[in-house]
Structures are given as structure tokens and as C-alpha cells.
């Protein structure tokens, strides 16, 4: 599947390979040595079926839960427009180490000329929780920076 998405990388934030996170892109903001190294998360799933935009984060959430030691959603609200609805919603994860981390979630829909053809993104932010109080601002920008080009052929 080819995306052709722009956005804006914040300032602070480093472009990384994925690798095999499932991501179709990573970046990473400068920590500490031995701190949590923040990162932003893109993925992209395609979604043919009827799931509304709150089950795809509820599946997220489930998700995450399988593999973190404590999860809690500290708050979920809808975002986006009808025609193109999204959800943004703040977690609290415990890492096996005992480590808490906040993870800020905006799952966005891209309507597809067919309903099978819809994808839905999920922008994702984990840093520590001081880290994620002074790093919201820019992965706010980064989340309205996003957009879906149009049909423009091969062009980068």
C-alpha cells in the first residue's frame, strides 16, 4: 500500500528507520543516557470493515495492553470531522521495568472512494510524563501538519 503522506517533523525530532515496529515512520527526540528516548509513531492500517473510529482506538488499547504491565486511558474525546472522524486519546502505560510512560494517541480516518478502501492513521507520541508535558506542543503541530496528497503519481 502506498500512503503519500506530508507532514511537519517538530523541531527537536529525528527521523529513524522503523524497522519491524509495524510503523511507516518513527522519529526521536534527544533523552538523557538512561532515560526513555521519546519517539513519534506513525501507522497505517486499512480498514474495509465497519468498525467506528472508538472501536479502532478500543483495539489499540487492547492491543497495548498485551504487551505493557499497566495500561489506563486517562482521557478519550472525538476529533476530526464527520465525514473524516478521528479520536485522540491519552494513556498511561507501566513498562515491565516499572517505568510510567504517557502515550498520546490520535487515530485520524481516511475516507476511501469506496468504504473498502478506507485507512485509518494512528499518530502516536510516548515519552515520560515531564518529557510528554514539554513535548505535546510540537507533536500537536506535527498531528495538524499531517495530510493525505491527492493523486499526484510517484512524486515525494
Do not use: K, Y
Request: proline share 8%.
Amino acid at each position: 500500500m502506498t500512503l503519500p503522506l506530508d507532514f511537519v517533523i517538530p523541531d527537536g525530532w529525528t527521523a529513524v528507520e522503523p524497522g519491524d515496529s509495524g510503523a511507516v515512520f518513527v522519529a526521536v527526540h534527544d533523552a538523557a543516557p538512561g532515560e526513555f528516548v521519546p519517539n513519534i509513531t506513525v501507522s497505517v492500517q486499512q480498514r474495509p470493515d465497519e468498525a467506528s473510529i472508538d472501536a479502532v482506538a478500543a483495539e489499540a488499547v487492547e492491543r497495548l495492553s498485551l504487551v505493557s504491565a499497566g495500561l489506563e486511558v486517562l482521557s478519550r474525546r472525538d476529533v476530526g470531522a464527520p465525514a473524516a472522524p478521528g479520536v485522540m486519546q491519552l494513556l498511561r502505560l507501566r513498562t515491565g521495568e516499572g517505568d510510567e510512560l504517557i502515550q498520546t494517541q490520535v487515530h485520524l480516518t481516511v475516507p476511501g472512494v469506496t468504504p473498502a478502501e478506507r485507512l485509518v492513521l494512528e499518530l502516536a507520541c510516548t515519552a515520560a510524563p515531564a518529557t510528554a508535558r514539554r513535548l505535546s506542543p510540537g507533536f500537536q503541530r506535527f498531528v495538524g501538519s499531517v495530510h493525505v496528497r491527492q493523486h499526484e503519481g510517484t512524486q515525494q
